[in-house]
């Protein structure tokens, strides 16, 4: 199958989660398959075959008989000694010719395998063969890692498992009499005249397995009612953890002002934390009108905002991998809360947003807290939580899957949508033209002004627009000047012109007058400036090391000559320094032209923390030569 390249035309070709460009000027190229793999077990994502990247310019030089190739490819990936699964339809792989007849290109949309698929792997050894994708490239997987997908694929779920020599002296009581007074204060149910056993069976929490008779307490059971000791015992969770910390103080040397954590003052399991967390979210920054709690401590009235909350966190609870790194971790700003959860999402994020696609790692947990009237089964949690941060006019949710270690954030930000500065600066800035824009696009571009820069992934999480019609409005809102961009593809970053220049340098033009294949921005004119490099003797000794240093010097010019920046604006800089390479805290110090001490305390810890930045040495924090990197996910997170 074919199709004629052709940017404005065919905008859907250059969107995915990820892209990747190879040259196969001498046939199918050998790591293709680790891509291939890598994107399946990640987040899918496009490969083209005849296209290489070099410092920002593409080259579409084609390949040599593509028909032949495709045909190749497709014998190869049905092979079972090369690939373990073909995941592709017939029209994920193409044939693109390009505006010279005489050239041609392909394409390979390569979707996220489900939890029934992974690991997919090449060869025949899954624990040699399984990759993932990371900002990189793409990396193989530890054992670790393709064991927890081959237990992700199982039809019974992972709280179902019955614990060998664990028994009800295991479970802590007063949190099981409190659960059952919780159940009877949501009405009259039949379940509710069964002894202690009897209900733990109905709700999971106990199981007899009819296949070999073994009977007893399940994962559920002890996660949820459990005591702290008992949970903690080698044989069920040993690296179990839960915690909640509010961050309300202004004084960077005092970590949290208050902390929910196991230290020995309350029992620690499911129910008990569930309780306390939901107290202490009933008050505080974003809560107007809390709740009214009765002598239980139990909810009798919520708004939506704390309905929401309470999702967010039975969410984090019910979906974790206990047998992962982190536990579960919720962090309150004044500005903001994140929930986060080892594990993996089991969906795709579009299945997410789109909702009514139920696929829980812990059933029997969901149950328990089902029946406290809390969490949902029918897939709609994310839309009931961005349904009540959109009658709060707030920004939307941002949800972020990390690897190594694996974990799932959802960051709920407390900031008004449409603050009525930014609007009034954009009306300022843009005159009347402004006000011609639709909803949508004033959405992106006090996105935009808010967070220092907007991607299109971004945008997909907070309009209904799909990914294809951003891509458009984005390009469009370009083109008219309301926005300028920067990268390509998956990397393709819009701000407001002349907001970051450090972003706003032109890129190189593309070989050969080829359109660029990006998220809608407009080709480069011909002949358009390459990079401008700072002179070498113009920087500081402290970067002579860089490769990219002359290019680094220039790009912190901005904030360098500022004595003061926005928090944000900061952020952005140090992610896109840090976009393509590690950098030190003296370097970044030396670039921005700031103390260490301030910058490691307000940005780069807190961008650690956040998913915003990863470490060069993660094993070892305090490592002399410890540097950092943008994640991922970086250009998708609000900065704070």
Same mark, same amino acid.
Request: net charge negative; charged share 25%.
């Given at each position: 199958?074919?199709?004629?390249?052709?940017?404005?035309?065919?905008?859907?070709?250059?969107?995915?989660?990820?892209?990747?460009?190879?040259?196969?000027?001498?046939?199918?190229?050998?790591?293709?398959?680790?891509?291939?793999?890598?994107?399946?077990?990640?987040?899918?994502?496009?490969?083209?075959?005849?296209?290489?990247?070099?410092?920002?310019?593409?080259?579409?030089?084609?390949?040599?008989?593509?028909?032949?190739?495709?045909?190749?490819?497709?014998?190869?990936?049905?092979?079972?000694?090369?690939?373990?699964?073909?995941?592709?339809?017939?029209?994920?792989?193409?044939?693109?010719?390009?505006?010279?007849?005489?050239?041609?290109?392909?394409?390979?949309?390569?979707?996220?395998?489900?939890?029934?698929?992974?690991?997919?792997?090449?060869?025949?050894?899954?624990?040699?063969?399984?990759?993932?994708?990371?900002?990189?490239?793409?990396?193989?997987?530890?054992?670790?890692?393709?064991?927890?997908?081959?237990?992700?694929?199982?039809?019974?779920?992972?709280?179902?498992?019955?614990?060998?020599?664990?028994?009800?002296?295991?479970?802590?009581?007063?949190?099981?009499?409190?659960?059952?007074?919780?159940?009877?204060?949501?009405?009259?149910?039949?379940?509710?005249?069964?002894?202690?056993?009897?209900?733990?069976?109905?709700? %999971? $929490?106990?199981?007899? #397995? +009819?296949?070999?008779?073994?009977?007893?307490?399940?994962?559920? @059971?002890? *996660?949820?009612?459990? &005591?702290?000791?008992?949970?903690?015992?080698?044989?069920?969770?040993?690296?179990?953890?839960?915690?909640?910390?509010?961050?309300?103080?202004?004084?960077?040397?005092?970590?949290?002002?208050?902390?929910?954590?196991?230290?020995?003052?309350?029992?620690?399991?499911?129910?008990?934390?569930?309780?306390?967390?939901?107290?202490?979210?009933?008050?505080?920054?974003?809560?107007?009108?809390?709740?009214?709690?009765?002598?239980?401590?139990?909810?009798?009235?919520?708004?939506?905002?704390?309905?929401?909350?309470?999702?967010?966190?039975?969410?984090?609870?019910?979906?974790?991998?206990?047998?992962?790194? %982190? $536990?579960?971790?919720? #962090? +309150?700003?004044?500005?903001?809360?994140?929930?986060?959860?080892? @594990?993996? *999402?089991?969906?795709? &994020?579009?299945?997410?947003?789109?909702?009514?696609?139920?696929?829980?790692?812990?059933?029997?947990?969901?149950?328990?807290?089902?029946?406290?009237?809390?969490?949902?089964?029918?897939?709609?949690?994310?839309?009931?939580?961005?349904?009540?941060?959109?009658?709060?006019?707030?920004?939307?949710?941002?949800?972020?899957?990390?690897?190594?270690?694996?974990?799932?954030?959802?960051?709920?930000?407390?900031?008004?949508?449409?603050?009525?500065?930014?609007?009034?600066?954009?009306?300022?800035?843009?005159?009347?033209?402004?006000?011609?824009?639709?909803?949508?696009?004033?959405?992106?571009?006090?996105?935009?002004?808010?967070?220092?820069?907007?991607?299109?992934?971004?945008?997909?999480?907070?309009?209904?627009?799909?990914?294809?019609?951003?891509?458009?409005?984005?390009?469009?809102?370009?083109?008219?000047?309301?926005?300028?961009?920067?990268?390509?593809?998956?990397?393709?970053?819009?701000?407001?012109?002349?907001?970051?220049?450090?972003?706003?340098?032109?890129?190189?033009?593309?070989?050969?007058?080829?359109?660029?294949?990006?998220?809608?921005?407009?080709?480069?004119?011909?002949?358009?400036?390459?990079?401008?490099?700072?002179?070498?003797?113009?920087?500081?000794?402290?970067?002579?090391?860089?490769?990219?240093?002359?290019?680094?010097?220039?790009?912190?010019?901005?904030?360098?000559?500022?004595?003061?920046?926005?928090?944000?604006?900061?952020?952005?800089?140090?992610?896109?320094?840090?976009?393509?390479?590690?950098?030190?805290?003296?370097?970044?110090?030396?670039?921005?032209?700031?103390?260490?001490?301030?910058?490691?305390?307000?940005?780069?810890?807190?961008?650690?923390?956040?998913?915003?930045?990863?470490?060069?040495?993660?094993?070892?924090?305090?490592?002399?030569?410890?540097?950092?990197?943008?994640?991922?996910?970086?250009?998708?997170?609000?900065?704070?």
């Amino acid at each position: 199958m074919s199709g004629q390249l052709n940017l404005f035309s065919n905008l859907d070709f250059f969107e995915g989660v990820d892209v990747e460009y190879k040259a196969a000027r001498g046939g199918l190229p050998r790591d293709l398959w680790e891509t291939y793999g890598a994107f399946a077990n990640t987040d899918g994502g496009t490969i083209w075959l005849g296209i290489t990247q070099r410092a920002g310019a593409l080259d579409l030089h084609g390949v040599n008989d593509p028909e032949k190739m495709l045909s190749d490819f497709w014998n190869t990936l049905n092979n079972p000694s090369k690939t373990s699964l073909n995941l592709l339809r017939d029209q994920d792989a193409r044939i693109v010719r390009l505006e010279d007849p005489d050239r041609a290109v392909i394409r390979i949309v390569v979707p996220r395998a489900d939890r029934h698929q992974r690991p997919v792997f090449i060869g025949t050894n899954p624990l040699r063969g399984t990759f993932r994708r990371n900002f990189e490239g793409d990396y193989l997987c530890t054992e670790a890692e393709v064991r927890r997908m081959f237990a992700d694929q199982a039809e019974e779920p992972a709280d179902s498992r019955i614990l060998e020599g664990f028994g009800l002296d295991d479970l802590h009581i007063d949190s099981l009499r409190q659960y059952r007074n919780r159940f009877v204060s949501r009405g009259s149910h039949v379940w509710l005249a069964e002894d202690d056993l009897g209900l733990l069976g109905k709700l %999971g $929490g106990w199981r007899r #397995d +009819r296949r070999s008779g073994q009977e007893g307490l399940t994962l559920a @059971g002890l *996660l949820m009612f459990g &005591r702290e000791q008992a949970i903690r015992d080698p044989a069920a969770v040993p690296g179990f953890q839960l915690d909640y910390r509010e961050r309300f103080g202004e004084d960077p040397e005092v970590r949290w002002t208050d902390r929910l954590h196991l230290d020995g003052t309350w029992e620690g399991n499911l129910f008990q934390f569930y309780q306390l967390v939901m107290q202490k979210l009933s008050v505080g920054p974003g809560v107007k009108r809390p709740f009214r709690v009765d002598a239980d401590g139990y909810r009798t009235s919520a708004t939506p905002v704390i309905e929401a909350f309470q999702e967010a966190l039975v969410n984090a609870l019910i979906h974790a991998d206990y047998s992962g790194q %982190g $536990g579960v971790v919720i #962090d +309150r700003w004044p500005d903001r809360l994140e929930f986060s959860n080892p @594990g993996t *999402l089991l969906v795709s &994020r579009e299945q997410l947003l789109k909702g009514g696609v139920s696929e829980c790692r812990n059933k029997s947990l969901q149950l328990m807290f089902q029946m406290l009237g809390a969490g949902d089964k029918a897939g709609s949690g994310i839309d009931k939580i961005r349904s009540s941060w959109a009658e709060a006019h707030w920004q939307s949710p941002v949800l972020r899957e990390s690897h190594r270690p694996e974990r799932v954030v959802l960051e709920l930000p407390m900031l008004s949508l449409l603050p009525e500065e930014i609007l009034t600066r954009l009306r300022g800035r843009f005159g009347t033209d402004f006000g011609d824009l639709s909803g949508d696009e004033v959405h992106a571009l006090v996105t935009a002004q808010l967070e220092g820069t907007v991607t299109n992934q971004r945008l997909q999480g907070m309009l209904t627009l799909h990914r294809v019609d951003i891509t458009r409005m984005l390009g469009g809102l370009v083109q008219q000047g309301f926005l300028e961009s920067d990268g390509v593809g998956r990397g393709t970053r819009y701000f407001i012109p002349g907001e970051l220049p450090a972003l706003a340098e032109q890129a190189p033009p593309l070989s050969e007058g080829a359109p660029p294949l990006s998220d809608g921005a407009p080709p480069l004119s011909e002949g358009a400036p390459p990079l401008v490099q700072a002179p070498a003797a113009a920087m500081p000794p402290e970067l002579s090391g860089l490769a990219g240093g002359a290019q680094l010097w220039l790009q912190a010019k901005p904030v360098r000559e500022r004595r003061r920046v926005k928090p944000a604006v900061m952020r952005a800089m140090i992610r896109g320094l840090c976009q393509d390479e590690f950098l030190t805290l003296q370097q970044l110090g030396v670039l921005l032209g700031r103390g260490t001490k301030g910058l490691q305390e307000d940005h780069l810890s807190p961008m650690f923390r956040t998913g915003l930045l990863r470490l060069h040495f993660p094993d070892n924090l305090t490592h002399p030569q410890q540097a950092y990197r943008s994640t991922a996910d970086a250009s998708e997170s609000t900065p704070s």
